[in-house]
């Protein structure tokens, strides 16, 4: 393996020296003032620059390690990984998106309206939120639209913060005549996710660098589902004949959900993204396949450590329980052609038992050993497998 380190700026200075005293055919004076030794600091500063600039190119050259700030370079300023998605077709990363909620409005007096742009707050997030429409107030109780604008943090109300849920209040933020000020959540009508993260968008464009679109295999549909905020995972599947079967996982943070269940609105959107592109053109799927987009589902387990035996059994007991989350969440279905290798869709009590072992064995322990079993069954297994020979649902595990 080759090293490529930068030197320090001594080493340079002294390689100076060395070749000046060679060139000279004497010995340089070692007074650190003397001019020849404060030329060769100076020149190696100079090669200390190059060295750190040429490294700094050298990893733009691959996704994995291209930079995600911002470069002024001779007047351009450039995003090295964000030119690599945009050179491979993904654009740059998908920005926070801002929820909309249909509110009830009870009205008091059946006379005048209320108009658009009018303000509401939430005590719940601290996001404050505008009607969109104008509201004629002519029945006990009225629907409006409304749209997250700003919060607390300075920001404009875009992301997960904005979502709520049905029965959540949100008040107008001056009295308005007629209507009581506080509104109830009906429902949410566009849900809201966080902008993608610097780790989520490097992904996603070596993702595309591996899994080249092909005009409706079964990785399109991966890639152009991820494309909608707060969706995490895709996972197509062959349906009945003429159908594509589609299961989606979302973020906790933009679905509500600690499982990652989508949304319905999420769901509407992962099928408008996979049928339509950014400019509204059907360039996706092919014309003739029929859609269904569903929500994952979830399978637990349930893992009983047997005569652990260990002095701080309590820290024990949160260690072993982190590691097999992080075992647990790791697993999900293999789709041939489809999920990248290696393959990640079999939980064993081997892999459990040895995960409990280390833990245990560092802190001074033992235990008997341990069972694995799916959560509502009475029996105990010593592997499950997922997605294996059938059509499934993604799993994420919990423990």
């Keep these: 393996m080759t090293t490529i380190e930068t030197p320090a700026v001594k080493d340079i200075s002294d390689n100076i020296i060395a070749q000046l005293e060679a ?32 490294g700094w190119i050298f990893l733009q050259l691959f996704v994995r ?15 090295p990984l964000i030119e690599w998605g945009r ?9 926070a998106t801002q929820a909309e909620l249909l509110v009830d409005i009870t009205v008091e007096v059946q ?34 639209n409304i749209k997250a604008t700003s919060d607390t943090q300075g920001g404009n109300g875009a992301g997960a913060i904005g979502n709520m849920d049905p029965g959540d209040v949100v008040s107008f933020v001056n009295p308005i005549p007629n209507v009581a000020r506080d509104t109830t959540v009906d429902s949410q009508v566009v849900t809201a996710a966080d902008g993608e993260t610097e780790a989520q968008y490097r992904q996603r464009v070596i993702d595309r660098f591996q899994k080249q679109p092909q005009g409706g295999a079964g990785v399109d549909y991966e890639i152009w589902g991820e494309e909608v905020a707060g969706i995490v995972g895709i996972f ?44 509204g053109n059907q360039t996706r ?48 279905p ?7 290798l290696p393959r990640t869709d079999r939980i064993t009590l081997q892999n459990i038992e040895g995960i409990i072992d280390d833990i245990v064995t560092a802190a001074g322990g033992t235990f008997q050993s341990a069972t694995l079993i799916k959560t509502g069954e009475v029996f105990t297994i010593d592997a499950y497998s997922l997605g294996i020979g059938e059509k499934s649902k993604l799993t994420i595990i919990t423990f």
């Design 23 to 54: 060139i000279l055919n004497q010995t340089i004076p070692i007074l650190p003032k003397g001019f020849n030794r404060t030329i060769a600091k100076a020149i190696a500063g100079v090669f200390i620059l190059l060295y750190k600039y040429g």
């Design 65 to 79: 390690t291209a930079s995600f700030q911002e470069t002024e370079i001779l007047g351009k300023k450039v995003t």
């Design 87 to 95: 050179l491979i077709g993904i654009g740059d990363p998908v920005g």
């Design 111 to 144: 006379t005048g309206s209320i108009t658009a742009g009018t303000l509401l707050t939430s005590n719940k997030n601290g996001v404050n939120y505008l009607l969109t429409a104008s509201v004629v107030l002519d029945a006990a109780i009225k629907q409006g």
């Design 236 to 279: 197509p599947y062959t349906g009945d004949p003429g159908f594509v079967d589609v299961y989606a996982e979302a973020t906790p943070a933009s679905s509500g959900s600690p499982d990652g269940i989508p949304t319905s609105a999420q769901l509407s959107a992962v099928e408008t993204a996979i049928t339509f592109d950014s400019e």
């Design 285 to 332: 799927k092919p014309v003739n396949a029929k859609l269904n987009v569903f929500a994952i589902d979830r399978i637990g387990f349930d893992i009983n450590v047997i005569d652990l035996t260990v002095e701080d059994e309590a820290t024990v007991q949160t260690s072993i329980e982190d590691a097999i989350v992080t075992y647990l969440l790791g697993r999900a």
């Design 334 to 340: 293999f789709i041939e052609g489809v999920t990248p």
